[in-house]
């Protein structure tokens, strides 16, 4: 079984700081890593993924994401927020092997960026 | 290159009714998912086609859901008798699986598609 957990469900930031959203995974081998997020009755638009390679992996939006095996982590970062920035993100995991190729998804984390 | 497509963005439906959902992935994608999300929730995996073939169905996909993909291009979902419990969006995705990485395959998701029973 594959699972993902994001251990804040808000995470409030001033524009202009430096922002960091929480994501830890539970797979069986290797894993593959994504990133989605998420406006207001809106689907999932694609920020970033990690397949192998560098650890440290850029996005769209100025986003990027750094992959921890040891700590199992895979933190969406980016180093000055927006108020743009505001909306629901979510980390998903794939095996790399088998699972059927599908993603499991955490249950998001509301990222609020105020002026 | 236009993103995946969802037909309609909402439905609002009497419970026991039949709904259908319509999704047209981007071109040249040969796997479709779709997914369930609730409010508060991340989605959850339905189902998911290679080209027209079903490979795959969750446990959350009851007898009442049934969907297709009859040549390999669109999809359609439907639920039969609906029920309270099934107010949720309905997201399709679709993804180009190659050989060379069949699983690090970028995952496209559409708008989605409210269903409200009442």
């Known amino acids: 079984a594959q699972s993902v957990a994001q251990p804040e469900d808000q995470v409030n930031v001033a524009e202009g700081n430096p922002l960091t959203v929480k994501c830890t995974y539970s797979?069986?081998?290797?894993?593959?890593l994504f990133w989605y997020v998420q406006y207001p009755n809106r689907g999932l638009q694609f920020l970033l993924k990690?397949?192998?390679?560098?650890?440290l992996v850029k996005g769209s939006y100025g986003f990027e994401a750094e992959f921890n095996k040891s700590q199992t982590s895979f933190h969406l970062k980016k180093p000055s927020a927006l108020v743009s920035d505001s909306a629901l993100y979510f980390c998903?995991?794939?095996?790399?092997?088998?699972?059927?190729?599908?993603?499991?998804f955490g249950t998001g984390t509301q990222l609020k960026v105020e002026l | 290159d236009t993103g995946v497509s969802q037909d309609p963005r909402h439905k609002i439906t009497k419970r026991g009714q039949n709904v259908t959902f319509r999704c047209d992935p981007i071109s040249e994608h040969n796997r479709l998912y779709w997914y369930r999300q609730t409010l508060g929730q991340g989605p959850e995996f339905l189902t998911y086609?290679?080209?027209?073939?079903?490979?795959?169905k969750s446990r959350l996909l009851s007898d009442r859901f049934s969907a297709e993909r009859p040549k390999g291009s669109f999809s359609t979902l439907e639920i039969q008798r609906t029920e309270q419990g099934d107010s949720a969006m309905y997201l399709c995705a679709s993804s180009l699986v190659s050989g060379e990485s069949p699983g690090g395959n970028t995952i496209y998701f559409g708008e989605g598609s409210w269903l409200t029973v009442v």
């Open positions: 797979v069986s081998g290797n894993p593959y």
């Open positions: 998903a995991v794939k095996r790399l092997t088998g699972g059927g190729n599908k993603l499991t």
């Open positions: 990690y397949i192998t390679g560098d650890n």
């Open positions: 086609f290679q080209n027209e073939a079903q490979l795959e």
